[in-house]
């Protein structure tokens, strides 16, 4: 199985775009869920992450303006990120704790990443 991050594009800024995360196949769980974000030349940084709960944070940067959400009986999560700013541009992962099948082992999964630019 693979974690797929989807929802990536080129938008003005004051746009919007929503991300997905899902898994390439039906699993049995996808648990807790977070997106990253690397901008070149700059570290991996947190921007959103949500518990199996629905609990969730946010990096401070994107407090207000970014939510995510999940589907459980999808196993998928979104990202719906608006009042997009040139400093938001980044290449997003999606990282997520997946269940295949019941009483399996919780592994950690990565997405490949989907590439965010958003133009001044």
């Known amino acids: 199985v693979q974690l797929q991050a989807s929802g990536g594009g080129l938008v003005q800024a004051g746009g919007s775009l929503t991300l997905s995360c899902a898994a390439s196949r039906s699993i049995f769980r996808i648990g807790a869920t977070a997106w990253y974000r690397q901008a070149p030349g700059k570290q991996r940084e947190l921007v959103a992450r949500?518990?199996?709960?629905?609990?969730?944070e946010y990096g401070d940067s994107v407090k207000g303006r970014f939510t995510i959400s999940r589907d459980n009986a999808k196993n998928t999560v979104e990202l719906q990120m608006n009042s997009l700013k040139p400093d938001d541009s980044a290449v997003y992962y999606c990282n997520a704790n997946l269940q295949t099948r019941p009483f399996s082992q919780i592994k950690d999964y990565w997405g490949q990443g989907t590439e965010v630019t958003v133009s001044s």
């Open positions: 949500i518990r199996y709960d629905g609990s969730t």
